[in-house]
């Protein structure tokens, strides 16, 4: 008997001329079956599909990257790890081991952090809602409060009248560094003279100390020249505040938004050409430092701390997201289409990141256009809008990334399940780090009315 | 378009014989239409599919030809001709 050929989904790619990519050819598609040798299918056959696999080799490896980057420019670096980035408990005690603070931004960031062990003495508070209970908690806790709004400087001047202290407070500003679209809702605007006000405020008040000022930037800055500009501003304000009032000012946070290794959609280049490594926003971010800061070590003040919230940069590229092809069609203008497992449900960051896409297992056949698709009945619900991919068959695993920032806090529970996550730890084990979503974890919380207890009681016997 | 009709009433549009006697197949998977002037990559399983179509209307019976050929479910071969006939009556009109 002749042995059959293998079968591999018919193809025909039209040739057209010109659409070259003057920078350089498609990348082919490389398989991977496993991360941190930890073969990826029985992960999938265990836990189920879709599946967030976190990196904690990687995800130290960045932390100590950032910290040693910054640490060789400048004597006193803090890093905070911003919770809302991904606030799993497990990839946020790998930083805490790392030496990361815990930066949070809302009441159920920072309870979450105490319930993981932080101590309120090495949170950063952030955020432009922090309701009296829990913002009480955090001043007697020792936490690091950065106010948002004078409403917030009166309300902590309130709770440290009634405790009978003075507490040590920093200022969150916001400013224009010409570089970056200014974010001017958070915080002291520093242009119309808002911030100091504010710093005069804090200076006649028996019951404060301003300690710190606090900025944000933006997300996914890609220019460096924009964290030169912002430190800059931040140390003359530094100075201008210690002149003003008799304060002294013991930290300088420079917030996050350092981009990741991911392709911003829109931006032609891949992000290995245009994202700026750790050193170099380092170099940047210090050496304006040092110039702004030239004279306080001959005037006998103390160098600041430089504090720096770095989230998406250290995380996305630790995590993977794992999803199996359930359907596939051709589209109306001949492009192929593949149904995934997992949409922008799981995916938020879809939304302006084309994710690589590489198959677990290598795929026969020539590669052409793709449009991945999520599982939800909506027509936003696109994971790539156009990969080169050879054809896909039911079943085929997807292995997407970077994942890490942004998509374990901001996925939703629209119509499916939220699948397990699990962590490769450096021994090579596999552990899960957070359980897949039954029905029943959605159910437990809803409540029945007596009366609504049947759905069709016409048809229960009186 | 002419109807092909599968013996369980399944019919497949194809383009019209003539379209499809024209085009010019290379081994190696090159579709030229001489008039039409569009030339195409096809994979090897296209390529066979082509080649049947070019004298075959059938769908089962292309079906039952394929699996001599390719390690295959019927129900997957069905279900992949299916597909890149539409695919063909795009290409080829």
């Known amino acids: 008997m002749t042995q059959r050929m293998p079968w591999v989904k018919p193809a025909l790619t039209p040739h057209r001329a010109g659409g070259m990519n003057k920078f350089g050819a498609v990348r082919p598609q490389q398989h991977q079956p496993e991360l941190d040798g930890a073969a990826i299918a029985p992960l999938l056959e265990q836990y189920g599909s879709p599946l967030f696999i976190v990196s904690e080799k990687k995800l ?47 009441e159920f960031e920072y309870r ?55 507490i040590p407070i920093g200022l969150r500003l916001n400013f224009d560094t010409g570089h970056t679209e200014p974010w001017s809702r958070f915080g002291f605007n520093l ?21 710190g000022l606090h900025s944000h930037i933006g997300t996914f800055v890609l220019d460096v020249r924009a964290y030169a500009r912002q430190a800059r501003i931040m140390a003359e304000f530094m100075e201008a505040a210690e002149r003003e ?13 350092f981009a990741s290794r991911n392709a911003l959609q829109g931006l032609y280049l891949p992000p290995d050409q245009v994202v700026p490594s750790f050193e170099q926003y380092a170099e940047a971010i210090v050496d304006a430092l040092s110039e702004a800061t030239r004279g306080r070590t001959a005037l006998g003040k103390p160098l600041p701390v430089l504090v720096l919230e770095t989230g998406r940069a250290v995380v ?22 593949a149904i995934l497992d997992a949409g922008v449900n799981l995916l938020f960051t879809a939304y302006w990141y084309n994710h690589e896409v590489r198959p677990m297992q290598p795929l026969e056949g020539l590669a052409e256009e793709t449009v991945l698709y999520g599982p939800l009945c909506m027509n936003i ?17 997807l292995l997407i990334s970077p994942v890490g920032a942004y998509n374990n806090t901001q996925w939703m529970q629209f119509i499916q399940n939220r699948p397990a996550v ?7 084990k596999v552990e899960p780090i957070r359980l897949a979503e039954t029905l029943q974890t959605i159910t437990d919380i809803e409540r029945m009315p007596e009366t609504l207890r049947s759905p069709f009681p016409e048809t229960q016997p009186r | ?42 994979n090897g399983t296209g390529l066979a599919i082509l080649r049947r179509l070019q004298h075959e209307s059938d769908l089962d019976s292309i079906v039952a030809s394929l699996q001599e050929e390719f390690e295959v479910d019927a129900m997957v071969a069905e279900r992949d001709v299916i597909e890149f006939a539409g695919l063909l009556r795009n290409a080829f009109k």
């Not at chain 1, 020792?142 to 309300?155: N, R, S």
């Not at chain 1, 991919?389 to 085929?396: A, E, I, K, S, V």
């Not at chain 1, 699990?422 to 090579?428: E, P, W």
């Open chain 1, 60 to 106: 130290r490896e960045n932390a100590r990257h950032l910290r040693r980057a910054f640490s060789t420019r400048w004597p006193k670096v803090r890093h905070g790890w911003s919770y809302k980035t991904n606030y799993l408990g497990a990839v946020c005690n790998v930083l805490h081991q790392e030496g990361a603070w815990a930066e949070v931004v809302s």
């Open chain 1, 112 to 166: 979450k952090a105490r319930a993981l062990g932080v101590p309120g003495s090495r949170i950063i508070f952030n955020g432009p809602w922090k309701p009296a209970g829990i913002l009480e908690q955090a001043l007697l806790e020792g936490a690091t409060i950065h106010l948002d709004h004078l409403d917030e400087l009166y309300a902590v001047e309130a709770i440290a009248r009634r405790l009978g202290k003075q």
């Open chain 1, 191 to 211: 242009e119309t003279g808002a911030a100091m006000d504010a710093v005069q405020r804090i200076g006649s008040s028996q019951w404060m100390k301003l300690a």
């Open chain 1, 245 to 257: 009032t008799d304060c002294s000012i013991e930290y300088l946070d420079i917030g996050g938004g």
């Open chain 1, 316 to 337: 996305d590229d630790a995590e993977i997201l794992v999803t199996r092809v359930v359907g596939g069609k051709r589209l109306p203008d001949g492009r192929r289409a």
């Open chain 1, 381 to 397: 619900d696109t994971v790539r809008a156009s990969v080169m991919l050879p054809p896909l068959n039911l079943g085929d695993a």
């Open chain 1, 422 to 428: 699990v962590m490769v730890m450096q021994d090579g």
């Open chain 2, 1 to 42: 378009m002419e109807k092909a009709n599968s013996p369980i009433g399944q019919s497949v549009d194809l383009p019209k014989p003539e379209v499809l006697m024209r085009l010019a197949l290379s081994d190696n998977g090159f579709v030229f239409d001489p008039v039409a002037g569009n030339s195409f990559t096809v």
